[in-house]
């Protein structure tokens, strides 16, 4: 097959303190990309002005502001080439990133609908990599699965979109990203494109998560796993996986099952403790609705979990 192609998309929203990084790690792949786009989301703080100072090296595009997701999903219609490489507008790419992702694409005929790469992390508790995070390793250089889903069910993904390329074709198919969900849209593609699906693990670590973002724009900050609507959407996205995907295999089903109790749980344990919003009440009623024995289960969690706690404190 030919050398792989790529279109790098980079979605940004008020990010005049970044992107310029994030652009600049891109012109300097050792396998560079045909094209550079950028999907602004309406930003209002001079973003533009950073990316145009880049010339016709960058295809730029201003949108309102309809969400990240909806950027990304725009950024891969707008795409020429039959990959795409998705990279956040405050992280940066590794300089031989696609050329690994391009040599694993070669070696594999490009069967796989995604190649993922390991990615260094910068989390207040975590300092290192996402694979040794995930706990995922891989023999040889590259490791292609006909079907990932055990790999999209592991307790945490190794797959992130910053170091992840795509068939453009089979993204678009999949119908991209979940626009309702302005978080965990990247971990439902992940589940979409696995199940059933072939991917392959690329053992490099492709981009650098960085921590220095303070425009208060960084959504795994503004809506990380403390938050209401962290649980609300991760309810959302599990009700969506179970009934996109009914003949997956029972003991996957059953994971998602799992997960979703404990997003219903978390989502009880809101409502006790900080109140009966309209979101969390017409949450948990859709959820008796939809998966009562998945509500059934987080109300006893929320009962036999204190009670446990008890019972080794006074043990």
């Not at 795509?166 to 439902?188: A, I, W």
């Not at 593609?189 to 490099?204: E, N, P, Q, T």
Request: aromatic content about 10%; hydrophobic content about 40%; charged content about 25%.
């Amino acid at each position: 097959m030919d050398r792989p192609q790529f279109s790098a998309v980079i979605p940004a929203y008020n990010r005049h303190d970044t992107i310029g990084r994030a652009i600049e790690s891109v012109l300097a792949q050792s396998w560079p990309p045909e094209e550079i786009i950028v999907i602004d989301d309406g930003s209002t703080d001079g973003t533009d002005k950073v990316v145009k100072k880049f010339g016709s090296s960058v295809r730029y595009m201003w949108q309102e502001n309809a969400g990240v997701p909806c950027a990304r999903n725009r950024g891969a219609r707008e795409a020429k080439c039959d990959w795409v490489a998705y990279l956040d507008s405050d992280d940066y790419w590794m300089n031989d990133h696609l050329t690994h992702m391009a040599d694993a694409i070669e070696a594999t005929d490009g069967r796989a609908g995604f190649y993922f790469a390991d990615m260094q992390l910068s989390e207040p508790n975590w300092q290192g990599s996402l694979w040794e995070l995930a706990d995922f390793k891989i023999d040889g250089s590259h490791q292609l699965v006909d079907d990932a889903t055990d790999w999209a069910l592991l307790p945490r993904q190794p797959m992130m979109l910053q170091t992840t390329v795509f068939h453009r074709q089979r993204l678009l198919d999949s119908r991209g990203l979940h626009e309702k969900l302005p978080m965990r849209d990247d971990t439902h593609l992940f589940y979409k494109m696995s199940f059933g699906g072939a991917a392959c693990a690329v053992a490099h670590c492709g981009a650098q998560m960085t921590s220095d973002d303070d425009s208060g724009n960084r959504l795994t900050s503004a809506l990380g796993d403390k938050t209401l609507k962290f649980w609300v959407f991760s309810a959302i996205m599990y009700e969506d996986l179970l009934a996109r995907f009914p003949s997956l295999a029972a003991a996957h089903r059953a994971t998602l099952r799992k997960c979703l109790s404990l997003s219903y749980n978390r989502l009880l344990r809101f409502a006790w403790g900080q109140g009966h919003s309209k979101v969390i009440i017409g949450r948990i009623i859709k959820g008796f609705l939809m998966h009562p024995v998945c509500m059934s289960r987080a109300f006893a969690w929320m009962v036999v979990g204190p009670l446990r706690r008890r019972r080794r404190a006074a043990g």
